[in-house]
């Protein structure tokens, strides 16, 4: 019997494990694009008015000056400034404002997708192969998710920081509040011409150190998956082709979010100073931030630590989903294609 539950639980597990997706030789560019890109998109448009109160809350351009440094460590105020930020965006600038930067962040999508889940994919089954070990390794997990993180940051970074210039426009002329940026190639135009093609990639340093979350979301979700599928199939009897996709989903998006949680908990930071450094230069063309170490140092100088985590809640409440959309729509398509 040990046998046989071994060799069933082996034949249903594979087709959604991400593990033999990277053995087989026939997944290419366009299953990774198909798989990934379609929870993302889906997931872009849903979470972006999170995704405009995160990035605000990360960014040190809409605190008021009566709000100092200790009233932020306050849980209190940082729930009354969470509200002025939502009530402060849609009456000055109307509902559309929560789903600025949302073109730039669906142009991103598709190839961050797909170049983190291909690369993760094959760094796996080649990592695997160098390094002498399964693909199952936790080892081989990480070195293929840090990779997949270095990749997707380095192809994808100029598409970013358009996306948070445009989530964070704003300038002041006579007293007047106006928008510095017209639209995403407005946007590109001023950045090339008043920063260079280096002003595309600020805060590049604080992406290759979010490889770290990378790396700890994708080992957790393996570990996870592997486990609840086994905790599945140790429960089940006889079941339906819908109850067997049921619990695929269970399994997928219980690991994922639980692993994204964990993970964000633990790198979060790096999430603020990558908006930090990503701001606009101030109005007399000077950076306010200038670096990894020296943004870390001026936040937990003028902000104390609790600055290192604007935004953290409704960063989770997008992350949350987002992991979970984005996992289970590319263990899906991967099991319905076969791959």
Request: include cysteine; proline fraction near 4%.
């Amino acid at each position: 019997m040990e046998a046989n539950d071994q060799a069933r639980y082996s034949d249903t597990v594979r087709p959604s494990s991400s593990t033999h997706v990277a053995r087989k030789k026939t997944v290419g560019p366009s299953v990774h694009l198909l798989a990934g890109a379609s929870g993302g998109l889906a997931t872009a448009i849903v979470t972006s008015p999170l995704d405009v109160l995160r990035t605000r809350l990360q960014s040190d351009f809409y605190r008021t000056k009566s709000t100092s440094a200790s009233q932020l460590n306050q849980p209190v105020q940082t729930n009354q400034r969470t509200m002025q930020v939502i009530n402060s965006i849609y009456r000055a600038e109307g509902w559309r404002a929560f789903f600025r930067g949302l073109g730039p962040s669906m142009a991103g999508v598709v190839p961050a997708t797909a170049i983190k889940f291909y690369v993760y994919g094959n760094c796996k089954h080649f990592g695997a192969k160098m390094l002498g070990r399964t693909e199952d390794s936790p080892f081989v997990h990480a070195q293929a998710a840090i990779c997949a993180g270095l990749a997707t940051s380095t192809a994808t970074n100029p598409i970013w920081l358009v996306k948070t210039r445009l989530q964070l426009d704003k300038t002041e002329i006579g007293g007047v509040l106006t928008r510095r940026y017209r639209n995403s190639i407005d946007c590109i135009r001023q950045v090339f011409r008043n920063e260079g093609l280096n002003g595309f990639y600020r805060g590049l340093s604080a992406s290759y150190l979010g490889s770290i979350e990378t790396a700890l979301h994708l080992v957790l979700y393996e570990r996870l998956k592997t486990s609840l599928h086994q905790s599945l199939e140790n429960t089940e009897g006889t079941r339906s082709a819908f109850l067997d996709e049921f619990f695929h989903w269970v399994s997928t998006s219980g690991a994922a979010s639980s692993a994204k949680l964990a993970a964000g908990l633990i790198t979060y930071p790096h999430e603020v100073i990558r908006t930090r450094l990503r701001q606009a230069p101030m109005e007399n063309g000077r950076a306010k931030y200038t670096g990894l170490l020296q943004c870390f140092r001026l936040i937990a100088k003028e902000e104390g630590m609790a600055g290192l985590y604007g935004g953290l809640v409704p960063h989770m409440v997008r992350s949350l989903p987002s992991a979970v959309i984005t996992l289970g729509v590319y263990e899906f398509v991967l099991r319905i294609t076969g791959s």
